[in-house]
């Protein structure tokens, strides 16, 4: 893929830049997903160009394979503000139904799951929903503990609840006072 094709985020205006959570995967989902990520990919190489299959070879086995990360979390992501990279820092949680109930915190983005069929991907999709794996080296921040527990693939009714972002994109969200 050319980088001319990615939906990259300097093409989103920085207060857009958000990430909605829906919900918190529970143990059985993810053991789920892991079981079912080869089996799937396998089912899936016939429809796709060599291209996407290497990569997405590559990604499954990337995921199959994490380290144990400091304070891993599975998260329901509402759509895909841009096309966002795994690596991908977030610097702050907040709610959606109130801006200033939020925590500063460190997240980054380690794994992509496809929302509907078990496969790793090398990051979200611009306009798609998907299952992320986030780390909070520095802990996870009450506010992501309340999240309702969901399964796989993730109910077509989960509401946004949270939002993910930088500090940057907060301070512009938040009301002028």
Not at 136 to 147: I, R
Request: hydrophobic share 40%; glycine share 6%.
């Amino acid at each position: 893929m050319s980088d001319e094709s990615l939906y990259t985020e300097d093409r989103v205006p920085a207060v857009d830049r958000v990430l909605g959570v829906r919900g918190l995967l529970g143990e059985q989902a993810i053991k789920q997903i892991k079981q079912n990520m080869r089996a799937a990919l396998r089912s899936a190489k016939s429809g796709l160009p060599a291209e996407e299959v290497k990569i997405l070879e590559r990604t499954v086995e990337d995921f199959l394979s994490l380290r144990s990360l400091a304070a891993p979390l599975y998260l329901a992501a509402s759509t895909g503000y841009a096309d966002i990279p795994l690596g991908k820092g977030f610097s702050v949680v907040y709610s959606k139904s109130n801006l200033a109930q939020g925590v500063t915190t460190q997240c980054v983005l380690r794994a992509v799951i496809n929302e509907w069929t078990p496969i790793a991907m090398d990051g979200i999709p611009h306009g798609h929903k998907s299952v992320c794996l986030f780390d909070f080296p520095q802990g996870t921040p009450e506010l992501l503990s309340q999240l309702p527990k969901v399964g796989y693939p993730t109910p077509v009714n989960a509401d946004e609840r949270l939002y993910l972002c930088t500090q940057e994109t907060w301070e512009l969200r938040k009301p002028r006072r």
